[in-house]
């Protein structure tokens, strides 16, 4: 293998190109009309046009994807996160075409992308799953209260065909399903391509706990430190840690085994993370679903565990024996936490503040900061794509050192020319709930009005 196309943009198609680089090996971006001068363009050593600027039209386009794989020589196809990366079909397209999708087989990844056998193989595997149903049948009439009544309110309506919140309901009375499951696989359909859904019992007192694993082989799975995503808004992520604040060891490891005997299972192989819900109150866990992709937050697996997932994900595609490369069970040496930073309004429900930014400075060159960036001073964040500028990810020897190392980070972090969320970010890292590791899922929904006061003079360095 000596050519990657990186069938995606921004930070992420960044990040895979230094990969590609530690490893030498040629990337090949590609990009639409919105991206021709976009920062993943210029760092590839090569680049490829597939079309206008919906996503539709490029970024989720198969057959462009692969019409550009052909033109530039590529031996493999790394999917990144979103966009085709839980595309069974494309996947399946890729091996027909004789090249190396960076990722599992495309019948593991429509297996563990069809929420419904998802959870089956989770409760053949021993891993406790929350009442849900399959995947809705597109004509529902009176069944869908009845299937959302075996669920029991309040649920969420989730999409089978992707992640990150996309797609995601939730619904608290019948009265709201019909028009929550409609809205849902609106978004679904086109952001996934898929307009699948399904219905899942929601626990509103819980913590977001996921565990990054990564398959070398059949049948050995290897378990990661687990990582918290808790604070999170519209079930979008916004701070991720790992490990998990005052989790119990006993609840960590079993949160490990389980998701270690679920990817054996199935025999999965390459970078994967199996995610969970933890009853706050009682610290029992429940299995919500499988990625079968790289996450938004694998760097702070990556600091505190000294492996890069990306590399490795690499070196698996090209064949390489990765037994001696990742201990049985790595352990975390410190705590990292990662903030998103986006070009959005807190003080406008979020919305996407889209326009060039005129001054971006990030302290990349900081002891123990990490900055993943798609963008830079001059670009355009434009309307098309998620409204990520960075990640910054700040390594400690304990919690409180990367949380003050994170926090310094943000505070020299100046942003002209769009909204965004700084301010905020460091009002959830001040807030007392937060530096006490006990934040649950609902914390944003909590404390929204307290942390969104905070955002005026976002750009604005303390």
Known sequence: MKSVLIANRGEIACRVVRACRSLGLRSIAVYSDADRNALHVELADEAVHIGPAPARR??????????????GGAD????????????????????????????PAAAIIAEMGDKGRARARAEDAGVPVLPGS??????????????AAAVGFPLLVKATGGGGGIGMRRVDAPADLAAAVERAREQAARSFGDDGVYLEHFVAAARHVEVQVFGTAPGRAVAFPERDCSVQRRFQKVIEESPAANLPDVVSQGLRDAAARLAERVGYLGAGTVEFIVDAATGRFYFLEMNTRIQVEHPVTEMVTGLDLVALQLRLAAGEDLSAAIPDAPRAQGHAIEARLYAEA????????????????LPSSRHGVRIDAGVRAGDEITPFYDPMIAKVIAWGEDRETAR????????ATCIDGVGCN????RAVLAHPEFRNGTATTDFIVRNGSGLVTATQGASVPA
């Open 134 to 147: 399959g995947r809705l049948p597109q004509e529902t009439g009176d069944d869908l209260l009845v299937c």
């Open 346 to 361: 807190p003080e406008r429900g979020f919305l996407p503040t889209p326009g060039r930014l005129t001054r971006l400075d």
């Open 76 to 103: 493999a196809i790394h999917p990144g996160y979103g966009f085709l990366s839980e595309n069974a079909a494309f996947a399946r397209q890729i091996a027909e075409a004789g090249l190396v999708f960076v990722g």
């Open 404 to 411: 003050r190392r994170l926090d310094d980070a943000l505070a």
């Open 58 to 71: 490029s970024y989720l386009d198969a057959g462009a994807i692969l019409a550009a794989a052909r033109a």
């Open 422 to 425: 700084l301010a905020f970010l």
